[in-house]
């Protein structure tokens, strides 16, 4: 049977973005293309009206239009759009029923059987079944940049059991097995092409919006699909203005050249700052901390770097920097997450209690520098940052402050991103500051366990037997069990500090006041629920 697909001439840019998940947060400005050829594609089940019900919202140049392909996160959100991921991430982490209808996990995590709604299609009419899902699945295996690799790489085997049931065997078992759930699904009948192909075909989904036209470097006309399985949504066309990077297209939102837009800038307010419009603040997965180097002999008492999280006052830092934009925290838990320990407090600033723990551990004041000593030896250390950074720039000066409240002398060193990463990766460095964008599939032992001291991204090079075993409880735990083993996490993670934590950044969604409806943005989908949405 001939497949019946059209395809987008789109050409492929250069790009960096998050050196991903779990990894160090480092954005650069993606680069125009000038090539793409103009493409208008009517489709028969819309309406060619213009629309007054019509909301205007922004994304850089894509790259592709195939969102298992795609790594821009702005061109994701709108990809939400049209493709449906399988289940939703809330902002607390838990995972919510979507394409998968409901499922049903084994005992130890190793296999789930997941039951899929009966009533969705495709824009194009066919039925969206289990077929669809594990072809979905085997192509994110096929490709190696992926974003939703973690979907895939604990799969062991797949398994459909009839039109809308399927089941997945894994390797071994993991706490996170259901946020590895969050993919877009892509129709077989369509996407089974050879080659590279399928990178440049014209979006056909399941979500709530249709892709109607396109006009390169210029927009992307989106119209609601009356058929989609939540009903269908009340602003009947989306335009799709595609801008070249983040700043431009806030510029756009204060001109009213767009309705929405997405940042975690730390000024943004000054782009909502009026009457006419509406802002959505929500916790990230981006966890800000300051890193310590334990092949210095200075680091490795757990006391000293219990001092120098008390001689910080992180909520200073937070309003005068950050306009509390962010959220302090002492663990690598989001305190947003289902999987928070709430009975710990944040710990305040005690200047006092800093130096006590110095004074316990062997350090005296010199009456001449004004600096803790040990055995003669200023307690002194270089603080690496990324100059790309300004919000980081502004922390290490304001802890380089805070620290000689305590007699603790701080160089700030100011590089650029490849050298930062370069020093970091060698453990050329004394401390540095330092974000991890983490998986809501939740295992930090990419920077904790020992075991990834060499091969993995632990360059702190903190190794510790306890933390290892705790670590591994986490991974294995159950849903039964996955909040007392975390807390246990927490607990010895507050008290031993690897890592000297910061902040969790937000997040924000701001809408034109014409905005309505329940507006429920999530950090992964800011268009969740975009269906409920209205134009007043």
């Known amino acids: 049977m001939m497949k019946s697909y059209k395809m987008l001439g789109i050409s492929l840019i250069a790009l960096m973005l998050c050196v991903g998940c779990n990894s160090f947060d480092m954005v650069v400005k993606d680069e125009p293309v000038n090539n793409m050829p103009t493409q ?11 629309s007054e019900n019509k909301m205007t919202i922004a994304m ?4 592709t239009l195939n969102p298992l392909y795609n790594t821009q996160d702005n061109v994701q959100q709108t990809l939400l759009l049209l493709f449906s991921p399988l289940i939703n991430i809330e902002e607390n982490g838990s995972v919510s029923a979507n394409v998968a209808h409901s499922w049903m996990l084994n005992e130890n995590n190793t296999a789930i059987t997941i039951t899929l709604n009966n009533n969705i299609n495709w ?24 974003p939703y690799k973690q979907a895939v790489d604990n799969v062991a085997s797949l398994e459909k059991i009839d039109d ?11 706490s996170g097995v259901l946020q590895t759930l969050f993919f877009p699904i892509i129709p077989k009948h369509i996407y089974d092409v050879a080659d590279n192909r ?17 006009t390169p470097l210029k927009n992307i006309r989106l119209e609601a699909n009356n058929h989609y399985f939540k009903g269908t949504p009340h602003i009947e066309e989306i335009e799709v203005s595609i801008i070249p990077d983040e700043e431009s297209s806030l510029h756009s939102f204060k001109q009213n050249l767009i309705d929405v837009v997405y940042t975690n800038i730390t000024e943004w307010g000054k782009y909502a700052s009026d009457k006419s419009s509406k802002a959505y603040e929500f916790t990230s997965n981006i966890y800000e901390f300051m890193g310590v180097n334990f092949n210095k002999v200075m680091f490795q008492n757990s006391n000293v770097r219990k001092a120098l999280l008390y001689a910080l006052d992180r909520q200073k830092m937070a309003y005068l920097y950050y306009l509390d934009h962010v959220i302090v925290t002492d663990t690598p838990i989001s305190p947003s997450s289902y999987l928070v320990d709430k009975s710990l407090k944040v710990q305040e600033s005690d200047k006092e209690k800093a130096k006590l723990l110095l004074t ?16 003669d030896i200023p307690f002194s250390f270089n603080l690496l940052v990324n ?23 701080v ?14 990766e060698t453990k050329q460095y004394d401390a540095f500051l330092g974000g991890w964008q983490l998986s809501y599939a939740l295992d930090l032992s990419f920077a904790l366990h020992s075991s990834k001291m060499l091969s993995g991204e632990n360059y702190a090079n903190y190794k510790d037997e306890k933390m290892d075993d705790l670590l591994q409880q986490a991974f294995l735990s159950t849903e039964s069990t996955a909040v007392n083993t975390y807390s246990k996490l927490q607990q010895y993670f507050a008290q031993e500090n690897p890592y000297i934590s910061l902040f969790f950044k937000k997040k924000v969604l701001i809408t034109k006041e014409k905005i309505a409806g329940e507006i429920k943005p999530t950090p992964l989908n800011i268009f969740a629920n975009v269906e409920e949405w209205m134009i007043e």
């Open 164 to 174: 809308t049931t399927f089941k997945i065997l894994y390797r071994q078992p993991f």
């Open 411 to 424: 160089n700030i060193e100011i590089v650029d991103k490849d050298i930062y990463l370069s020093r970091i």
């Open 360 to 375: 316990q551990e062997g350090y005296e004041r010199d009456d001449k520098t004004g600096l803790m000593t040990k055995n």
């Open 123 to 146: 824009h194009d009419g066919m039925p969206l079944t289990t077929e669809d899902v594990i072809f979905s699945m085997e192509q994110i295996q096929k490709i190696q940049d992926s």
């Open 387 to 409: 100059a790309e950074n300004k919000d980081r720039v502004k922390i290490a000066d304001e802890i380089k402050k805070m620290y000689k409240e305590v007699g603790i002398d």
């Open 198 to 214: 399928s990178l440049n075909i014209i979006p056909i989904g399941s979500g709530p919006y249709i892709f109607k036209s396109m």
């Open 60 to 63: 850089n140049v894509p790259e």
């Open 40 to 50: 208008e594609v009517p489709l028969d089940a819309q309406t060619n009206k213009p």
